[in-house]
């Protein structure tokens, strides 16, 4: 089976900002850094570390906010 991370437009190779997470909720680290996550409930989870190659879900986030590295969200 191929995993396949959806492109969408606006959210490719991104380095800073503060991004809505789609309905998917995915993230993909394209050059390693690192993300603050955004709740539902506006509380945060800071320095969330990703490598190169990790993709990750994140189910009750409504954003995520780069602090290093490149990123596409999903």
């Excluded at 492109?7 to 190779?13: Q, Y």
């Excluded at 909720?25 to 190659?53: F, M, Q, R, Y």
Aim: proline share 4%; aromatic share 4%; with cysteine.
């Amino acid at each position: 089976m191929t995993n396949v991370f959806p492109l969408t437009k606006g959210k490719i190779s991104l380095t800073t900002g503060t991004i809505s997470l789609g309905v998917n909720k995915l993230v993909h680290c394209e050059a390693d850094g690192a993300l603050t996550i955004i709740w539902a409930d506006n509380s945060t989870t800071p320095n969330v570390a990703l490598i190169a190659g990790d993709d990750r879900s994140i189910p009750g986030a409504t954003g995520v906010t780069i602090t290093a590295g490149t990123f596409s969200i999903a």
